[in-house]
């Protein structure tokens, strides 16, 4: 009766192992559902408690009933010899089970995972080699590369636009900025659309992927603000140099 009992006590602890050991990890890594904590918890209570039905069968057995006499001495010592064995093999393979599911630990992974993220992302790609070569090309240089900065950018080129900052240090300042407020005028007109595109493209957060804001669709369109700006602002310059030019003839 104890030999059929721990026998049963084993195979249940290598099924309450087994289980244990695959619900922890289907739960943490199951595509398509979010991960339950509470489900990887029960699969290691799982898991811990197979490993102990199968370290200790013939103990707990034993405290159930009662195990008989050994048939000779030899035997006796084959039998210890035996779950000392067992004992070993167990320990050995629940300890490799265990660190296995450590490793897949959140704690672990999340590190693991945010590590091999940044080591991708430091890799350089082709389409890296092209922006640099459109900020040389297009003397961006001091265009920005973060997209907090690229957004701050954005709204002090609508400060320039819409006259909201006197940073004109010439004295035709009231003349450029009167060219700048005509929306008649075809430069200022597209510096305005520029302005609404930026406005329609952007977002909070850049998108996922982006390592420079060139590469982006808000990116690009603050870049075509910025010439839109400049632009205008040089035909506003034009035309108040015109204007004092003709004022002067008539003085």
């Known amino acids: 009766m104890h030999a059929l009992l721990t026998t049963v006590l084993a195979l249940t ?3 309450l192992t087994v ?6 990890l289907r739960h943490r890594f199951r595509v398509g559902r979010p991960w339950s904590p509470r489900a990887r918890r029960s699969g290691l209570a799982l898991y811990a408690v ?4 199968l370290l200790l069968p013939d103990v707990l057995a034993g405290a159930v009933v009662s195990a008989g006499a050994a048939g000779s001495e030899a035997g006796a010592v084959l039998a210890t010899l035996a779950w000392l064995v067992w004992r070993a093999a167990v320990v050995l393979g629940w300890g490799l ?13 999340r ?19 092209e922006h640099a070569r459109l900020r040389r090309r297009a003397g961006y240089g001091d265009f920005p590369r973060e997209w907090a900065a690229l957004i701050e950018h954005d ?5 320039r636009l819409l006259g909201q900052s006197n940073h004109f240090d010439d004295g035709a300042h009231p003349q450029v900025a009167a060219t700048l407020g005509d929306w008649s005028d075809p430069m200022t007109r597209r510096a305005m659309e520029a302005l ?4 329609r493209v952007r977002t909070p957060e850049p998108p996922l992927g982006t390592r420079d804001v060139l590469g982006s669709e808000y990116g690009r369109a603050v870049a075509a603000f910025e ?15 015109a204007h004092a030019r003709a004022h002067s003839l008539s003085a």
Request: net charge positive; charged share 20%.
């Open 227 to 241: 010439s839109a700006v400049v632009a205008a602002e040089e035909n506003a310059r034009a035309h108040a140099r």
């Open 196 to 199: 609404v595109e930026c406005d």
């Open 155 to 159: 709204r002090a080129l609508a400060h």
């Open 111 to 129: 590190p693991a995972h945010a590590g091999v993220v940044r080591m991708v992302a430091a890799v350089p790609r082709r389409v890296d080699f």
């Open 13 to 15: 602890g290598v099924g």
């Open 97 to 109: 089970g265990a660190v296995a599911l450590g490793l897949t630990s959140a704690r672990v992974v």
């Open 19 to 24: 289980w244990g050991f695959g619900r922890a």
């Open 50 to 53: 197979g490993g102990l039905l």
